[in-house]
């Protein structure tokens, strides 16, 4: 017989002391973040619980640089994160999507910048605008570049799936479906006016991302619209 009593409940739901590792999954849609005297970069606003002596700091506006400054002033597109240093134990989430945690070797790779959760400060990024369809696929359309060594977390909705790009085998996806792709891809982006003027108006079908060359795409089985940080 089933039992739903409280003690099964807190039981059922209850955090693993058992992690230790900087970045852990907690639950599928909750990262964990062990921090001793570090610091870890994470997306304003994902914080949902912490424990210790944890300092919370928005990013400044020039801490990026006078590059990605003007990116973000120019384009409108941009996004927003906090430091977090110190030492003890976060909890973060982004609207009940799905953590998934990457650890690079001096590696790159480009995400969607709404879908970066949190990555490590030894990590480096930057900001890199594509063509703008904001208005057409629901938000500005920019991409985060993480590079180097350490551990990065992402988020998408539902379980993602990686399709691979061979040389001439290019594959196109839906903007509003694409998280993210390997450092050797350079996106292009594809109108189909066909579809465009037989839909009657713009749609995240008509505009569409083409990769084309030797790498892979991550796509996730829902259709995004982008939220843009002020």
């Known amino acids: ?32 973040l ?36 003007l990116k973000k002033a ?18 973060a989430a982004d609207s009940e999507k799905r953590v ?13 910048g709404n879908d970066v959760l949190a990555y490590e400060q030894t990590v480096k990024s930057d900001i890199k605008m594509m063509k703008s369809v904001a208005g057409i696929v629901g938000g500005g ?29 290019p594959i196109q996806t839906d903007p509003n479906a694409t998280v993210a792709w390997s450092g050797s891809l350079t996106p292009a982006i594809k109108t189909d006016v066909s579809l465009k003027t037989f839909i009657g108006r713009g749609s995240g079908e008509s505009i569409q991302l083409k990769f084309e060359g030797t790498g892979w795409v991550l796509i996730q089985p ?3 619209v982008y939220s843009i940080s002020k």
């Open 34 to 69: 062990n921090l001793a005297n570090q610091t870890i970069m994470m997306k304003a606003g994902a914080m949902v619980a912490y424990t210790g002596n944890v300092k919370f700091e928005r990013e400044g506006i020039l801490s990026q640089g006078i590059s990605n400054l």
């Open 1 to 32: 017989m089933q039992t739903f009593s409280l003690n099964t409940f807190l039981q059922e739901t209850a955090q693993d002391d058992s992690k230790h590792g900087i970045f852990e999954l907690e639950k599928p849609c909750i990262l964990e």
């Open 100 to 112: 998934q945690i990457i650890y690079l070797e001096n590696e790159t790779i480009s995400v969607n």
């Open 141 to 169: 359309l920019f991409q985060v570049i993480l590079s180097g060594i350490g551990h990065v977390a992402i988020t998408t909705h539902g379980h993602p799936l990686t399709l691979q790009v061979k040389p001439g085998e």
């Open 74 to 91: 120019i384009s409108g597109e941009g996004a927003s994160y906090m430091k977090a240093t110190g030492t003890g134990r976060i909890y």
């Open 222 to 224: 829902y259709e995004e």
